[in-house]
């Protein structure tokens, strides 16, 4: 498999759209209330990431209708943004954004927790970050890729809930998804697909609270969980610097999760 690397000196636009993204999803904890629809949070980010000078990379991808994705609750990807549901008490969300500069991508999602949220949903919320951030923790230069869906699925599975299988991370860096896929579930194939300096690419574990099978909605990109129970993701670009990883979508405020 041909995976593209990348030197220090050529991903600043890449650092800096990442940066851009991670600041509209910090951005995002202030605006997330009871009675938002999901279509003004996205013209909301579409609004700050133009202003930011970057353009977002979902919209007419494929065909994808609008700026950003937004997957509530059963919905474990690719939810598409409306005007016609309002946000609820209890609700969980995912904001997915991908910002480019000058052809460079940063992508990164994370949960937001609409007023007070059951115990079940917080706990899925909390193992899904564990899921991202422990995993992030084995990336190495020379070690093996199929090290991060032994992890996830390590974390998820003592917790009883599931590691969804039909979607996952990606190379990313002048291409919104390219070589190798990141799995989050172990696949011994991946024993052999070692992690090289220089590679940027995405983590993003979808997990969920019953079994792990999805299906897409007529809309043709709508991602639920066929059981109906709960999903949730987190998702960050990373980037391997010789001995060091650095997490392009970090955010700038340190409030990545909460
Ligand atoms: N941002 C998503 C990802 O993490 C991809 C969205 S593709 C779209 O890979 F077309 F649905 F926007
Ligand atoms: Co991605
Ligand atoms: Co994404």
Redesign the pocket.
């Known amino acids: 498999m041909k995976i593209k690397t990348y030197k220090t000196s050529e991903i600043n636009p890449c650092r800096e759209a990442s940066k851009i993204t991670a600041t509209i999803l910090d951005e995002l904890n202030d605006l997330i209330t009871v009675g938002i629809t999901t279509d003004e949070i996205d013209n909301y980010c579409l609004d700050r990431i133009k202003k930011l000078g970057g353009s977002p ?2 919209l007419f ?2 065909g ?1 209708p609008k700026s950003t ?1 937004t997957s509530l609750n059963r919905v474990i ?2 939810g598409i943004p409306s005007k016609d549901r309002r946000l609820e008490e209890g609700d969980i969300l995912n904001v ?1 954004v ?1 910002t480019i500069i000058d052809g460079w991508h940063g ?1 990164s ?1 994370r949960m937001y927790k609409v007023g007070n949220i059951s115990v079940k949903a917080q706990n899925l919320c909390n193992i899904t970050h564990s899921c991202l951030i422990e995993s992030l923790n084995v990336i190495k230069s020379g070690s093996p890729i199929s090290l991060i869906g032994k992890k996830i699925e390590e974390i998820a599975h003592f917790n009883n809930f599931s590691v969804v299988r039909d979607f996952c991370g ?1 190379g990313v860096g002048l291409n ?2 390219e070589n190798p896929s990141i799995l989050h579930y172990y696949d011994k194939d991946y024993d052999n697909v070692k992690f090289v300096d220089g590679m940027i690419f ?1 983590v ?1 574990p979808m997990i969920n609270a019953g079994k792990y099978h999805s299906k897409i909605l007529n809309d043709g ?1 709508t991602a639920v969980t066929k059981d109906k129970t709960l999903s949730a993701q987190y ?1 960050h670009t990373v980037y391997i610097n010789g001995d060091k990883i650095e997490i392009l979508t970090e955010s700038p405020n340190g409030i990545f999760y909460n």
Request: hydrophobic letters at 20%; charged letters at 25%.
């Open positions: 990379a979902p991808y494929r994808f994705c990807c690719h997915d991908t992508d999602s990606h919104f998804h995405t993003e990109w998702e």
